[in-house]
């Protein structure tokens, strides 16, 4: 969508402060012993606490308030039995409706006690996306993200997942801009307008470059396994640059 008047920017910031609100509480209530399913329940219930409705089951009828994905689940991991233990990586993805207006954000947790390369890979995928964020603005190419953050992950030693793409969101989970490439594509022409809103939101990882079907219906895993994290945020872009929608507070 395109924001076009303060009425549809308040309603966006509203339901961006709920998922970020929502993603940090699930961040600090994971615990070692828990599992996804509990871990889920407890996010749906903020959600539904602040008036707002799980876009992924809203949308897509999918099993779950949140995508919990740990380990070798890269992305869209259903909640469920699976419990949580020491050392591992979790990604949480919160999106969310309310008001007719969505917002989508994401991070990933590791639990403690676990390598340095693993709390060094999670603090550069934070760093890749902010990377990418630092390109939005309005009148600039689409490509400058992916070719920023592109650049960030070679200089740093990791691969980026090329099939998990960031999106359009607004007035729908995924809309048009559709396909918007966190790694570099020369193909990408396209100018961000003033107003547009879209997410970014890389897979850093130490060797997967790809995101393979499993045995259920939802949930990816990275090709080749390797540890790989997601750090996403809603974005605006304007002529000021980026106005990121999803931050808790």
């Not at 940090?24 to 996010?43: I, R």
């Not at 099993?63 to 469920?80: K, R, Y």
């Not at 490509?143 to 200089?155: D, E, L, S, W």
């Not at 740093?156 to 607004?170: E, R, W």
Request: charged letters at 25%; proline letters at 6%; glycine letters at 10%.
């Amino acid at each position: 969508m395109t924001i076009s008047n303060e009425d549809d920017l308040a309603r966006l910031k509203e339901v961006g402060r709920i998922v970020a609100n929502t993603l940090e509480a699930m961040g600090k209530a994971l615990e070692p012993g828990m599992t996804t399913s509990e871990l889920d329940q407890f996010g749906r219930k903020l959600l539904e606490v602040s008036g707002a409705r799980s876009a992924p089951e809203l949308a897509y009828d999918f099993p779950g308030a949140t995508c919990i994905s740990v380990n070798e689940e890269v992305a869209h991991g259903i909640p469920g039995a699976r419990r949580i233990e020491r050392g591992d990586l979790v990604n949480i993805d919160v999106s969310a409706e309310k008001n007719g207006f969505f917002a989508d954000t994401g991070a990933s947790f590791a639990v403690p006690p676990v390598a340095r390369s693993i709390e060094r890979l999670c603090r550069d995928g934070r760093r890749a996306m902010w990377t990418g964020l630092r390109q939005v603005g309005a009148g600039r190419p689409i490509a400058g993200i992916g070719q920023a953050i592109g650049t960030f992950a070679r200089k740093n030693g990791y691969t980026l997942v090329k099939n998990l793409a960031s999106h359009g969101v607004g007035l729908s989970l995924h809309e048009e801009p559709t396909e918007i490439a966190t790694w570099p594509d020369p193909s990408e022409r396209r100018i961000m307008s003033d107003g547009l809103v879209f997410t970014v939101e890389p897979f850093l990882s130490f060797g997967a470059e790809w995101a393979e079907d499993g045995d259920d219906p939802w949930t990816l895993y990275s090709s080749p396994e390797a540890p790989t994290v997601q750090y996403e945020h809603t974005v605006i872009a304007t002529r000021n640059g980026p106005l990121v929608v999803t931050l808790a507070g």
